[in-house]
């Protein structure tokens, strides 16, 4: 990310206007989800409908907390390595965040662009299906990601907070946090996992086996790299990597962004009665489907 003074300016003024913000009037709804306004408005989503999506973009789609700014890197280094130019950021790399303006500007944007996303499938722009554009979507299972996303509303300091753990995870529970329902996005993807421009990984995956990752990443976005090549970008892109580097690279907020990156870290704040309610909505909404599969939820989030 070369040109890193737009996106951490970005990020100073959300922080900026979420100290303004109570957390009761934090959220407000777009066709039944509810977004942060901190980030994202109503005129944004309406320009949104217009963008004009090429066939070589690259779509990285994630519920937030999931590892979003990870695969942006990740996937930065990819491009860098083989086009020898370094990819910037001229907006804020999150498709739907920003003003309605921020469309236009992107016209004329270098090929290829990353289109980072919160959205569910079925509100992203048409024409990212008309042209078919190839989408990369990261999941992380969902204890942790409840957990990464509390800790960033409370440890962060200008955001709003909650009062406790127990008060965010009944808000995580009923979908009323940012992005909304967890279990909302995974159902809506779950749908289209399996197209043939649609790759599914796992956060854990990444955690377990980081040059693996890469290797398929770039092999579904047609990159051609040495395993030299693939090892240099693994070695860069370790979660101690970018958290030392998170200041630099995502200004204050960059070592919250980064905070631990531990899988298994939701057995420090659950208690056994969240963990069954967890448990049993999973199993209502996502057990033995392609997403369900994929979690792995019974290796990493079993008490």
């Known amino acids: 990310m070369a040109d890193k003074s737009k996106f951490i300016d970005y990020i100073d003024e959300a922080l900026e206007k979420s100290k303004e913000t109570a957390l009761s009037r934090l959220l407000f709804t777009y066709q039944g989800i509810p977004y942060p306004i901190t980030m994202c408005t109503l005129e944004t989503f309406q320009a949104l409908d217009t963008f004009e999506a090429r066939s070589d973009d690259i779509v990285l789609a994630s519920y937030p907390k999931c590892g979003s700014n990870w695969l942006l890197y990740i996937v930065s280094e990819l491009i860098f390595t083989v086009t020898k130019k370094k990819h910037e950021y001229p907006e804020f790399p999150v498709l739907e965040c920003g003003d309605p303006e921020k469309y236009q500007r992107m016209k004329q944007f270098p090929s290829p662009r990353i289109l980072a996303t919160h959205l569910h499938y079925d509100k992203l722009p048409e024409s990212i299906f008309k042209n078919k554009v190839k989408i ?32 965010f995870f009944k808000q995580f529970m009923k979908g ?43 092999e579904f976005f047609g990159f051609s790299l040495t395993g030299e090549q693939i090892d240099t970008i693994s070695a860069l892109s370790t979660f101690e990597a970018m958290r030392a580097r998170s200041q630099v690279t995502h200004g204050a907020v960059g ?13 420090n704040l659950f208690h ?7 448990d ?18 019974n290796s990493y989030c079993q008490a």
């Open 272 to 278: 056994q009665s969240q963990n069954q309610e967890m």
């Open 176 to 218: 009323q946090v940012s992005w909304g329902s967890y279990f909302d996005f995974a159902i809506n993807w779950n749908k289209h996992i399996e197209d043939a421009n649609v790759k599914c990984i796992l956060y854990e995956d990444l955690k377990e086996n980081l040059a693996s990752g890469i290797k398929q990443i770039a």
């Open 136 to 167: 990369l979507v990261l999941f992380r299972n969902p204890k942790d990601t409840a957990v990464s996303f509390f800790h960033f509303h409370n440890d962060v300091p200008d955001i709003p907070s909650y009062g406790s753990w127990d008060e």
């Open 255 to 267: 070592p919250f962004l980064f905070r631990k990156g531990k899988v298994g870290d939701w057995r």
């Open 280 to 297: 049993e909505k999973f199993e209502a909404c996502l057990a033995g489907t392609s997403v369900g599969v994929k979690l792995k939820y």
